[in-house]
């Protein structure tokens, strides 16, 4: 069973654009949903996460918007650049010390 | 910020022999350390939960014997691929937990194992 469900897959955005990469899980005792960035080669990099208590959480271009009704969470990157592409994975855990469980990755690339 | 350091960041070794792979916290102390495996164009899967002095946790499906883990200390825990196959060619990515600085999962730099 996956626990953490991402869309899509891959994803085309014209530079300037507005990236929006959506998530679903399964578990309501996940309290920790990260998003993470990877280039190829590198290990992921911690962009920004969220707790079930806040509905939204921006930081730079990045944001996160979370709908605890719906099991459902998206990351939005506004002004998306070349130097944007890469790929993104959300993910989930019940505590700060537990495992991590992925979701399967969204490869963005950005026209320049 | 905080660091993982991981290496080595390739390797490439013939069929049979071990490989080791280190995971260092930098500038903070990890009781926790998770061991993840990815293939190409896949998402990360974890392997075990390495703890600080004492046994590893291993992921269902993971065998123990194959990848032995040890987390001798608080900034080190290592992975070795033990009797490596070309099956077990694959990146290695390890993470550790800065508690003091807050909810932050730093990922080391991954390590790309190539078996012949």
Redesign the interface.
Known sequence: QQQVKQSPQSLIVQKGGISIINCAYENTAFD?F?W?QQFP??????LI?IRPDVSEKKEGRFTISFNKSAKQFSLHIMDSQPGDSATY?CAASMN??D???????T?LHILP | GAV?S?HPSRVICKSGTSVKIECRSLDFQAT?M?WYRQFP??????MA?SNEGSKATYEQGVEKDKFLINHASLTLSTLTVTSAHPEDSS?Y?C?A?D?VRG????????T?LSVL
């Open positions: 920790y990260p993470y080669g590198k290990g992921p990099a911690l996460a994975f700060r010390d495992k991590i469980i992925f979701g399967k990755g490869r | 993982v991981q926790t998770f164009k896949q998402s990360l899967m974890l939960t990146f990515i993470s937990v508690w909810e932050k999962l730093f990922f080391g730099s991954g790309q």
